[in-house]
Every structure is written in structure tokens, then in C-alpha cells.
């Protein structure tokens, strides 16, 4: 395909699916004045370029802000971004703090410096939104930053937890809406070389890698490769959340659950769809009675 038509495709699917998140969670509207979040990297050069489109030619009036924290990092080109931004025309803030000096003098040497950082840096942008007068704070985070999330959540937290797309933040002051949810990485790496957007390395504070990360973003990424349509069934699943079938008490009343004595075409199918006949346990640990009694092998189709 032509590159000119591949590149209308790609903004017209940005546009589209960015819309599409802030339709979904209403995350803009009529009036706001949205910060956003801006860091010299390609996916919050791509969240400010689409969210400019979509300002002009949406149906509601809203501000953008653009908003960048300088953290005096060594290395730091303080000029490229309010160069850019100049260009662009849009209005914009720079938050010079050196929480760089902060964490190094407090955090060990050798240790990993990115947990203060960016509990500094969240109070920092907290504070500026209340100043600037913002209703709503954007970030850049999308598709797969949000199933990194999840799968570490799982891996290493013992929850099954991602990262919202809208929410309240924890000094109960901000809404803080991510409208590139539901775009894949892949989208706003290309879109990112078709603007050029003058990119700052993300490795001037010396920290290490998020090597955890680093692996689960390679392993969605080889999955996305072999086995087409994966990484996104992955993605819908958190759009359908079936909680009858997951183990949270709290989230759906197993203890009180009874039959209806009613037969339902929607209803559970309970040995249905098993892969293989599971065996119940033979005895009772804890001399739990339910737990002793279950000693017949289940088949399927029961
Ligand atoms: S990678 Fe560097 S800038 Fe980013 S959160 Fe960690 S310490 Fe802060």
C-alpha cells in the first residue's frame, strides 16, 4: 500500500479509536480545560497531536493545556520542548523541579529510583492542574502499558488489577483520564516517526530499566507477533468481566447463592466447557464436611 494511504489510515484509526475511549468513559466535556501531560516521549506527543485534531473538529468546546515537569535530569534538553510546543501553537506550561537531586540524594545508590520519583512527580502535577485551573489531567499510558500492568498486577501483586482509564486520583482533587487506552503501542510508535516528533531519550536519570516490565512488554509483543488477535482478546477481556466466574467474594455473593428453580437459556452451564474432568479432593483438610463429601470424579457434561 502507499505510504500516504497507510499514514491517513493510521491517523484516521488514532482519531477514531482515541475518541472512541473518550466517548466511552466521558472523559471530556463541554468546558474542561485538560492538562496534558507531556514528557518528550512518543506516546504523549501522539496523546496532545490527536487530541488537537479531535479539539477541532469536536462537537464539545474544551482547553488543552500542555504540561511539562522538567526534573533537571542531567542531559536534559530544556529547549526542545517549548520549541515544539512554540510551533504547535498550543498553550503550555513548564513545571521546573529538581526532583532529580531529590531522589539521588535520598534513594541509595544502586537502588531503583523510580518509586519516589514518581510519587514526586504525581504531587508536583497534582498541584500544578489546581493552579493552572484544570478539570481533567491526561496521561499518555495506552493499550499495552495497560496489559504490562495487569499481567504484573497478577505476576507479582496477587491481583487482578490493570489501569483505569479514568479515575479519581488519590488526593481526591483530579480526574485523570488516559484517552489512549485503547490504542496499541504499535500505533503510536509509527505515528511518532510519520509527525517526527522530537523525541528526549527517557534514560537521562540513570535509573535501571523496569526489567519486569521491560519483560512482560516483550512477551505481549512476541505473543502479538505469533498468534495474531491474542493481544487483543486479552484487552476486550477487561471489557468483559464476568465475575460469577472469577473468586472475589466480594464482587458477587457466593455464600448466599441459591437455585431459582427456573431454567435459563443464559444460564450456567456448569460442566460444559471443561477442557479436561477435574477430580475433586479425597479428603478434607480441615475436616471442612463440603470438602468430604466431594469425592466423585466430575465428568464432563456431567
Ligand atoms: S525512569 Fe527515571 S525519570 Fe522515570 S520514573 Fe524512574 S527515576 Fe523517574
Known amino acids: 500500500m502507499n505510504i500516504e494511504l497507510e499514514n491517513h489510515k493510521l491517523e484516521k484509526r488514532l482519531c477514531r479509536e482515541v475518541g472512541r475511549a473518550i466517548v466511552d468513559h466521558n472523559m471530556i466535556e463541554e468546558?474542561?480545560?485538560?492538562?496534558v501531560c507531556v514528557s518528550g516521549g512518543k506516546d504523549s506527543y501522539g496523546m496532545l497531536d490527536i487530541l488537537l485534531k479531535l479539539q477541532a473538529r469536536a462537537p464539545v468546546n474544551f482547553e488543552l493545556i500542555a504540561v511539562n515537569l522538567d526534573q533537571k535530569q542531567p542531559g536534559f534538553p530544556e529547549h526542545v520542548l517549548p520549541e515544539y510546543l512554540g510551533k504547535l501553537g498550543v498553550k503550555f506550561h513548564i513545571e521546573n523541579q529538581d526532583t532529580y537531586s531529590i531522589v539521588k540524594r535520598v534513594i541509595p545508590e544502586g537502588k531503583t529510583l523510580c518509586s519516589l520519583c514518581?510519587?514526586?512527580?504525581?504531587?508536583?502535577?497534582?498541584?500544578?492542574?489546581?493552579?493552572?485551573?484544570?478539570?481533567?489531567?491526561?496521561?499518555?499510558?495506552?493499550?499495552?502499558?495497560?496489559?504490562?500492568?495487569?499481567?504484573?498486577?497478577?505476576?507479582?501483586?496477587?491481583?487482578?488489577?490493570?489501569?483505569?482509564?479514568?479515575?479519581?486520583?488519590?488526593?481526591?482533587?483530579?480526574?485523570?483520564?488516559?484517552p489512549m487506552a485503547y490504542v496499541p503501542e504499535k500505533?503510536?510508535?509509527?505515528?511518532?516517526?510519520?509527525?517526527?516528533?522530537?523525541?528526549?531519550?527517557?534514560?537521562?536519570?540513570g535509573s535501571q530499566e523496569n526489567l519486569q516490565r521491560k519483560q512482560v512488554g516483550n512477551l505481549l509483543r512476541e505473543w502479538d507477533a505469533k498468534f495474531p488477535g491474542r493481544v487483543e482478546?486479552?484487552?476486550?477481556?477487561l471489557q468483559n468481566v464476568v465475575p460469577s466466574h472469577l473468586m472475589d467474594r466480594s464482587l458477587f455473593p457466593f455464600e448466599t447463592l441459591q437455585a431459582t428453580g427456573e431454567a435459563s437459556e443464559d444460564g450456567d452451564k456448569a460442566f460444559?466447557?471443561?477442557?479436561?474432568?477435574?477430580?475433586?479432593?479425597?479428603?478434607?483438610?480441615?475436616?471442612n464436611p463440603f470438602l468430604a463429601r466431594a469425592v466423585i470424579p466430575i465428568t464432563a457434561g456431567g
Open 272 to 287: 460444559d466447557e471443561e477442557p479436561c474432568a477435574p477430580t475433586a479432593p479425597t479428603a478434607a483438610p480441615d475436616g
Open 233 to 237: 482478546n486479552m484487552f476486550n477481556a
Open 31 to 35: 468546558g474542561d480545560r485538560v492538562m
Open 118 to 178: 514518581s510519587r514526586l512527580r504525581r504531587g508536583i502535577l497534582y498541584r500544578v492542574a489546581g493552579e493552572l485551573g484544570a478539570t481533567k489531567i491526561a496521561l499518555g499510558h495506552h493499550r499495552d502499558d495497560i496489559l504490562q500492568t495487569l499481567l504484573l498486577n497478577m505476576f507479582f501483586g496477587g491481583k487482578l488489577k490493570g489501569m483505569p482509564p479514568k479515575l479519581v486520583s488519590d488526593d481526591g482533587k483530579n480526574v485523570v483520564i488516559r
Open 187 to 205: 500505533d503510536l510508535a509509527r505515528w511518532a516517526e510519520v509527525r517526527q516528533f522530537p523525541i528526549i531519550p527517557c534514560t537521562l536519570c
